[in-house]
């Protein structure tokens, strides 16, 4: 006996080529495709079949590189199945192209690992579906602008006109169409022939291939085709598929094309080209002031929103006038404040209080991220971007049904954005320290790495005076994306057009322009580059220099390291995310500015905080002095209302003098004492309370004062004693009333007791933040990876083990088929194979009717159930009798 092993059987399908997979090399294609997981399916050729579901292969082929891409389209057009040796020629040309051939391999095996492409190197075959969505048709062209074989053109043609052609071309007729069309085909693969017959074409002729060779390869003729193409169509270079339209041969085009399939084949990325450098020092503090800068903005949006926000819409979101009145308190741009807004929201900062009258409010996660010192808080905000599907770019614009997009409204989720983030920070991360990209040649990179749907092909006129037509080339889509810089936000991103339906490739665009923005105002970037702890943040490698390119690295190591395809991106796990976030924390600390104890007052009632304040210096002087601007040192203005405000929260006099005492590097001056003893002297004077509401005070002088002022007309006042006033007017309503006309009144209790207003009193119950919307099935884990694919395997030993023949003969059930068999032969079965250890195959199903196979080895018999080791399962089940529809034992394998 030989005990040379025989060499493994090429596989007949794709199911027979993943039996002959690894554990590892399923374990990419599912980690690749998820979806083929969801649920697992229960054999291996459950899974091929699923792999070539449509779905499953479009959601794939949109996951390709623009070069893996354009092997899979020239796999679409060569024979089927191909060689290695014919793609390469499809793709390098008779010429040859070094990138290429360097970067053919790799994207085969992308394709391969992806369950795309399936054989050896010698019998390379596309999956079916991705045949028919790729190969040209006249209702869709491909995008190598290559038409239908002379085979497929000539499909419905009489066999006299065929043996026309072939005489015409100068061949030998045959006695059969099938022939004929060999024949013909043969003439046109033959380069030397193909050149002796081109050089017989007149030259008008010559000029309306060359029209045509690029695409679209379809043409319009007239009933009386001119000589030119008269010629054409005689010898086959151009034949007829519908009355009136032409198309060129695809033999032909790749005979004028020199072999190509693709105009430009592109086996590199385009680099990322670096705008501008700094010095990292700069970038990171330049990031830094941005990361505060953010803080105090969100912090300055919430505290504006303390005793109750805009009200929700009833449609869910910001009105337009809410989100103008926001933008005008935070001092920026409406699409900005959308930003601020829809951070707050995706941080758990922020949400709807869901009371009767509904209105936007603090979360009571606000007052415990207040309380966390500043690197975490905006740790907190950066990582709630870095994974919200929630897109404020795209507020202002209109979705599907031409309803504009608001704030916090629905509509706005977008399931590309946390990858997008990802990818565009990532490719900043691959600069040498400190450089700013161009935003050209981020948007260049992402195209390649998600190269856009192709555009629809068109007709052209073979002929100059047969008909008009569009020149070749693919059509590019329109709509564009606000520009990367400063004026990204300056007007609504989304104004004056449609977002909710916008494709897939344009949005792509928009969003990575949007990222670059975003990341500068959050602080992840400054000065366009990367900082430091951006870089932690994402989990990003240490920054590198710029590498030698002929340094070998990886499966591309043969294209220069920064052309090299680049690994799709991995998510972090929640426990990688929150290490990434605690390191960029670490890592932002030392750069933000220590808070002050001090500010500096001054003689025109301004004082000046030349740096951030100290939580509790902060909280008080906000309500003390009105906020008149900020930006490097912020300048508080006490004004008669504010520090009335400071009153009505339960401070006195004494305490104000006190505060500022403490508090200021100068002396208190003397026009703000004045100011705080003045107003403190009239606070109270007047009280109110509720009647409906009445208004008393211990001068009868002042209430007359009141009564006879014109202003007080709506107020509804009338005199009930001489220090007594009562009034139609609410109580809040009062007090308004009384301000607007110079006087300090106190509200107070039943009891005649002051009551103390608090500013910070609104806070809704406790809310989650939304949860992003995930773009497709998620990527699954190592652990369940692991379990999935013994459950396949497990199910796929069951459904192809060999069964033993029944007493007629016959096999016991078909591929798929459960076995059956009477209550007593199965009885009998299981009882002998607990005697003799033998392996079954069993049929079962379960509480909700589902049918399964399964092998088992029964251990067990009695009480109706059987316990045996179930191989499928990997472990010992229990199963009733009752619910197994048969049995059989499995043939001996065979040597």
Known sequence: MSTEEKPAAAPRSLAEALRGRDDVSLAALLRGRPDLITPVPTDLTQLATRAGTRASVVRALERLDRFTLQTAQALAVAADPASYGELLGLLAGDDGDPAVSAALPHALGVLREQ??????????????????????????????????????????????????????????????????????????????????????????????????????????????????????????????TAPGTVVLPREVALRLRAGRAHPAPEPVPPSVEAAAAHRPQVVDATAAGQAYTALATVEELLKDWHEGGPAVLRSGGLSVRDLKRTAAALDVTEPVAAFWVELAYAAGLLASDGEADERYAATPAYDEWRELPDAERWARLAAAWLAATRTAGLVGGRDAKDHTLSALGPGLDRSAAPEVRHRVLALLAALPEGAAPSGDSVLARLRWERPPRAGRGGTTSPGGGERGGPGSGEATGSGGAPGYGAGTYASHPGAGGRTAGDGGDDLRARLALWVLAEAEMLGVTGRGALSTHGRALIGAPAPRQPASEAEPEGPGDKLPVHHRPAPAPVPLSPAEQAAAAAAAARLLAPLLPEPLDHVLLQADLTAVAPGPLERPLADMLGVLADVESKGGATVYRFTPGSVRRALDAGQAAADLHAFLAAHSRTPVPQPLAYLIDDVARRHGHLRVGAASAYLRCDDDAVLGEILADKRAAGLGLRRLAPTVLAAQADPAGLLAGLRAMGFAPAAESAEGDVLIARADAHRTPPRTPPEPVPDGPPVPDDTLLGAAIRAVRAGDRAATAPRRPTAGGDRPGGLGELPRTTAAETLATLQAAVLTGGTLWMGYVNAEGAASQRVIAPVRVEGGFVTAYDHTADEVRTYPLHRITGVAELADEED
Do not use: K
């Open 115 to 240: 369950a795309l492409v399936w054989g050896g190197d010698d019998r390379l075959r596309l999956v079916r579906t991705a045949r028919e969505l790729l190969a040209p048709s006249p209702q869709h062209p491909s995008p190598t602008g290559l038409g239908p074989t002379v085979r497929e053109a000539t499909a419905g043609m009489s066999p006299g006109r065929i043996q026309e052609i072939v005489t015409a071309a100068g061949l030998p007729s045959t006695h059969d169409s099938v022939s004929a069309v060999t024949a013909l085909t043969d003439l046109f693969n033959d380069p030397a022939r193909m050149s002796a017959l081109l050089d017989e074409a007149p030259a008008e002729s010559v000029e309306v291939l060359e029209r045509l060779v690029w695409g679209p390869p379809y043409g319009q003729v007239t009933a009386e085709p001119a000589a030119r193409l008269r010629w054409l169509l005689d010898r086959g270079l151009l034949l007829p």
